[in-house]
């Protein structure tokens, strides 16, 4: 019996100990941007359209048909970037496109949002980049 309550305590403390604990949640909307809510004091409300983030930052509301991905992380990352947004100025448009080819001739990332301009998510800018972008930009999705 006594082997049987260490045996079972063992398998407890290594289950506590192998539980990964997060500090974000994070989505990922439709338009490619993201949203990052710590979990500190993390209370998630849904209704019929919205998901609502209290936390101890405030209040965070997304529309439910907005939200593509939901995860927790440890990354703080970039709390919000627009896909292919890669001039910072809020739209996706032909001066995205310009603005990766700029960099790709000229390796000049001022002004320049690497994360949003990676529109294919392989961690480089290259060629395909500007084709992704320029198809998103002419079919309007990604
Ligand atoms: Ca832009
Ligand atoms: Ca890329």
Same mark, same amino acid.
């Given at each position: 019996?006594?082997?049987?309550?260490?045996?079972?305590?063992?398998?407890?403390?290594?289950?506590?100990?192998?539980?990964?604990?997060?500090?974000?949640?994070?989505?990922?909307?439709?338009?490619?941007?993201?949203?990052?809510?710590?979990?500190?004091?993390?209370?998630?409300?849904?209704?019929?359209?919205?998901?609502?983030?209290?936390?101890?930052?405030?209040?965070?509301?997304?529309?439910?048909?907005?939200?593509?991905?939901?995860?927790?992380?440890?990354?703080?990352?970039?709390?919000?970037?627009?896909? &292919? =947004?890669?001039?910072?100025? @809020? !739209?996706?448009? #032909?001066? *995205? %496109?310009? +603005?990766?080819?700029? /960099?790709? $001739?000229?390796?000049?990332?001022?002004?320049?949002?690497?994360?949003? &301009? =990676?529109?294919?998510?392989? @961690? !480089?800018?290259? #060629?395909? *980049? %500007?084709? +992704?972008?320029?198809? /998103?930009? $002419?079919?309007?999705?990604?």
């Amino acid at each position: 019996m006594k082997k049987t309550i260490i045996t079972m305590l063992i398998a407890l403390v290594a289950l506590v100990s192998s539980a990964e604990t997060y500090s974000y949640l994070k989505f990922t909307k439709a338009n490619g941007s993201t949203v990052t809510c710590s979990v500190a004091g993390i209370k998630i409300t849904y209704d019929n359209s919205n998901i609502t983030v209290t936390n101890d930052e405030g209040t965070t509301t997304i529309a439910l048909a907005d939200v593509q991905d939901m995860y927790f992380t440890n990354e703080a990352g970039d709390s919000s970037f627009l896909l &292919g =947004d890669v001039n910072d100025d @809020g !739209n996706v448009d #032909i001066a *995205d %496109v310009t +603005k990766i080819i700029d /960099y790709m $001739l000229t390796n000049d990332a001022s002004g320049f949002n690497l994360e949003a &301009g =990676d529109c294919d998510s392989n @961690g !480089n800018i290259s #060629i395909s *980049d %500007v084709i +992704k972008l320029i198809d /998103y930009i $002419l079919l309007g999705q990604w």
